[in-house]
Each structure stands twice: as structure tokens, then as C-alpha cells.
């Protein structure tokens, strides 16, 4: 079965420093594969999406991902963090075989510090 | 812009009272989905609902039902509230993609923050 596993439940980055969001699946490629962002008390937002058109997806927000298909990967990245970037990130797949379920990561909130 | 709306941002009830959470989007998407979100437990599957009357059990549905009478509204109703479901409860819909078999991306609303006391 498809599982998604988000390394590092909490991950701490200077302002102005890279963000690396790691995120892999377990098994065969999904159909897509979605980052997520949720700040305080909110719902989650899509910050981008792999389709299979492109491996390398950018979102809003300054942030992308790269879809490694060797490495069942697909990690979120921004070049320089920014304060309200604070805020928990969710990986996430579509279900496969007619499924319609999703299957999420963890979570992983990120700090920023001045 | 899809949007997904909750009924309540934030609801404070009883022990053993009937909940009723509504959710209703406006982008005719086919699937809408319940989850609630504990810390450390992630996103969990409450009930979906691919159509109108249709509706299946995710992970967790013990304590919960649903109704879909109409495709732009999905309820959540927990029977007789408990302490144990003082949750953050988020409601999502998405649109189903047949070449692919699957769901696109989910929209979610803005959650409701339910406390049972």
C-alpha cells in the first residue's frame, strides 16, 4: 500500500536561509503528488502539484519541488526563508486504482528564526 | 477561485449533544471528504462521498455519520458528542480525474475547531 513519509516533524531555518522539506512515497509513482501548507487555525493550501508533466514543479510562495522518481522523492525547496513562511507543510498522493482516498504525510512545521 | 466553506470557525458543545458540521463548495467537484487533525496523528479520514446519497467510511468513522443530499453540501454529524472528539475538523472537495483514476488536488476549507466539554 502507498505511504508517504515526511522526514523530520519540526525543522528550524534562519531567515534568509534554505528550506529543505523532504517528503517520499513509498511504491509505485502516483498520479499526483501535492505539497500543502497550513498556517495557524486554517485549512491547507496547495502550494503545488506534480502532474508528470515536469519534474521540477513550482508553487506559489517562491516554493518548488522536484519529482526523483529514483529516489521515490519529491522535496520541497526555498531558495531563502521568509518569516511567514513559518507554518506546518504536508506532502500528500493521490490514491491509485481507483482509489479516492489521499494518503498524507506527518507534517512537518517549520520554524524560522530571525 | 474553488472555495469550500465551513459553517463555524470555532463551536463549543456539550457532552452527549447532537453536532451537526456543514460544508458546502461551490466548484460542482463530485468528491468531498471529512478528516479530523490531531497533534501528532496528522490528517485522518472521517467519511467521503463521491456523489449525491453516496457515501464511504474512511479510517475513522465510529462516532460520526454523514449526508449528501445535495452535491454542494456535505455534513458531518457526530451522534452524541463526546470529549475525545475535541478535534480540528477540516472538510475538503476535489474533482475526479477518469483518464487517471484518481482525484486531482484537494481544496479545504477553513476547518472548524470543535471543543466538547
Known amino acids: 500500500a502507498q505511504s508517504v513519509t515526511q522526514l523530520g516533524s519540526h525543522v528550524s531555518v534562519s531567515e534568509g536561509a534554505l528550506v529543505l522539506l523532504r517528503c517520499n512515497y513509498s511504491?509505485?509513482?502516483?498520479?499526483?503528488l501535492f505539497w500543502y501548507v497550513q498556517y495557524p487555525n486554517q485549512g491547507l493550501q496547495l502550494l503545488l502539484k506534480?502532474?508528470?508533466?515536469?519534474?521540477l514543479v513550482k508553487g506559489i510562495n517562491g516554493f518548488e519541488a522536484e519529482f526523483k522518481k529514483s529516489e521515490t522523492s519529491f522535496h520541497l525547496t526555498k531558495p531563502s526563508a521568509h518569516m511567514s513562511d513559518a507554518a506546518e507543510y504536508f506532502c500528500?498522493?493521490?490514491?491509485?486504482?481507483?482509489?479516492?482516498?489521499?494518503?498524507f504525510g506527518t507534517g512537518t512545521r517549520l520554524k524560522v528564526l530571525a | 477561485d474553488v472555495k469550500v466553506t465551513q459553517s463555524s470557525r470555532y463551536l463549543v458543545k456539550r457532552t452527549g449533544e447532537k453536532v451537526f458540521l456543514e460544508c458546502v463548495q461551490d466548484?460542482?467537484?463530485?468528491?468531498m471528504f471529512w478528516y479530523r487533525q490531531d497533534p501528532g496523528l496528522g490528517l485522518r479520514l472521517i467519511y467521503f462521498?463521491?456523489?449525491?446519497?453516496?457515501?464511504e467510511k474512511g479510517d475513522i468513522p465510529e462516532g460520526y455519520s454523514v449526508s449528501r443530499e445535495k452535491k454542494e453540501r456535505f455534513s458531518l454529524i457526530l451522534e452524541s458528542a463526546s470529549t475525545n472528539q475535541t478535534s480540528m475538523y477540516l472538510c475538503?472537495?476535489?474533482?475526479?480525474?477518469?483518464?487517471?483514476?484518481?482525484?486531482?488536488?484537494?481544496?479545504f476549507g477553513q476547518g472548524t475547531r470543535l471543543t466538547v466539554v
Open positions: 475538503a472537495s476535489s474533482l475526479w480525474d477518469g483518464d487517471r483514476g484518481t482525484d486531482t488536488e484537494a481544496f
Open positions: 511504491s509505485s509513482v502516483p498520479p499526483y
Open positions: 506534480y502532474t508528470s508533466a515536469a519534474t
Open positions: 500528500a498522493v493521490s490514491g491509485t486504482s481507483g482509489t479516492y482516498k489521499y494518503i
Open positions: 466548484m460542482d467537484h463530485e468528491n
Open positions: 462521498s463521491y456523489d449525491v446519497k453516496m457515501k
